[in-house]
C-alpha cells in the first residue's frame, strides 16, 4: 500500500466507525437471488496446487497438466488432469488441479464435483477450502461459498487471497458493512498491495455481471482508495450515491465525496 494511501484508508477508517451506530441499526438490502453476480472464475496466486514432489512416481499427465494450467491451456490441462485413474498416486493433485482448471474456465459445477472427490478422501486443509469456496461463489451459491471460504480462515487465519474472497462474497451478499470489515482486515494482513489487484479483479466481475448493484461500486471506491487510485475513488462513490442514496453507507460515502472535491484526471 502507497504512502500516499494510508492517510485516506485511516481517513476511511474514521468516518466508518463514526457510522457504526447508525449501520448497526440499518437492514441492508440484497439483491434477489436471480439476479446476484458470480464471482470467484479468478484463482488467487497462494499455491493452489500441491507440489509435485509430494506425490510419488507422479504420472506424466499430471507433470504435463499442470504445465498446461500454468500456461492458461484449460482445455489441455483438463483433459490431462481428467484421465489420471483413482489408483494412480497422483490421482489426488490430479483431480484437485482439475477442479482449479474447471474453475478458471468458468464451469463452478465441474469444479466442485473434482474438488469433492479430493475432499472425500483426504484430510482437511486450507487450500482445498479455498478452491471449493471459489468454485461455490462461482455457481451463485454464496451463503455455502462464504461458510467454505470460513473454514478455510479457521484452518488458516493468515490466508489473505480468501480474506479478500469472503469480502466480494459479503458484497456478492448485500452485506457492505460486513464486507468492508473484511476488506480492511485483509489490506492489514496484505501491507504491500501483494493480492489487491485480484480483489479488484473479482469486483470488477461483479460490476460486470450487476451494473446496478450499488455495494460493488462502494467497494470499488473502498479499494481504489486502498491503492491511491483518486480518480476511480469519485468515479465509484459518485455511482454508489447515486444508485442507493438511502444506503447504508451513504453517509461515510457523502463525507468522503467531499473531503476528495471536484474529479480529477489521473
Known amino acids: 500500500m502507497s504512502s500516499k494511501a494510508l492517510p485516506l484508508i485511516v481517513g476511511m477508517a474514521v468516518l466508518l466507525a463514526g457510522a457504526v451506530f447508525v449501520l448497526g441499526r440499518t437492514i441492508i438490502r440484497a439483491p434477489e437471488v436471480a439476479t446476484l453476480p458470480r464471482v470467484g472464475t479468478?484463482?488467487?496466486?497462494?499455491?493452489d496446487a500441491p507440489a509435485v514432489g509430494q506425490v510419488a512416481d507422479s504420472s506424466p499427465a499430471l507433470i504435463e497438466g499442470l504445465q498446461a494450467l500454468n500456461e492458461s491451456r484449460l482445455d489441455d490441462a483438463r483433459s490431462l488432469l481428467a484421465r489420471i485413474p483413482e489408483d494412480d498416486p497422483s490421482f489426488l493433485p490430479a483431480r484437485f488441479n482439475l477442479g482449479i482448471a474447471h474453475e478458471r474456465a468458468g464451469d463452478g459445477e465441474a469444479a466442485i464435483a473434482a474438488l469433492l472427490?479430493?475432499?472425500?478422501?483426504q484430510d482437511e486443509s486450507a487450500e482445498f477450502y479455498a478452491a471449493l469456496g471459489r468454485a461455490y461463489s462461482l455457481t451463485g451459491r454464496y451463503e455455502l461459498a462464504e461458510r467454505t471460504a470460513m473454514r478455510t480462515i479457521e484452518l488458516d487465519a493468515q490466508h489473505v487471497p480468501v480474506r479478500y474472497h469472503v469480502a466480494c462474497i459479503r458484497v456478492a451478499r448485500g452485506r457492505l458493512v460486513?464486507?468492508?470489515?473484511?476488506?480492511?482486515?485483509?489490506?492489514?494482513?496484505d501491507p504491500a498491495g501483494v493480492h489487491l489487484g485480484?480483489?479488484?479483479?473479482?469486483?470488477?466481475?461483479?460490476?460486470?455481471?450487476?451494473?446496478?448493484h450499488p455495494d460493488t461500486h462502494y467497494a470499488l471506491a473502498f479499494l481504489?482508495?486502498?491503492s491511491g487510485r483518486r480518480a476511480d475513488e469519485i468515479v465509484e462513490l459518485d455511482h454508489y450515491l447515486e444508485l442507493d442514496p438511502q444506503g447504508p453507507a451513504v453517509a461515510v460515502a457523502e463525507a468522503r465525496r467531499k473531503a476528495l472535491g471536484?474529479?480529477?484526471t489521473q
Do not use: C, K, S
Open 178 to 189: 460486513d464486507a468492508i470489515a473484511a476488506y480492511r482486515r485483509a489490506l492489514t494482513l
Open 198 to 212: 485480484q480483489a479488484i479483479v473479482d469486483l470488477e466481475h461483479l460490476h460486470v455481471a450487476g451494473p446496478e
Open 224 to 226: 481504489a482508495n486502498a
Open 42 to 47: 479468478a484463482v488467487d496466486a497462494r499455491g
Open 262 to 264: 471536484a474529479p480529477v
Open 117 to 121: 472427490q479430493v475432499g472425500a478422501r
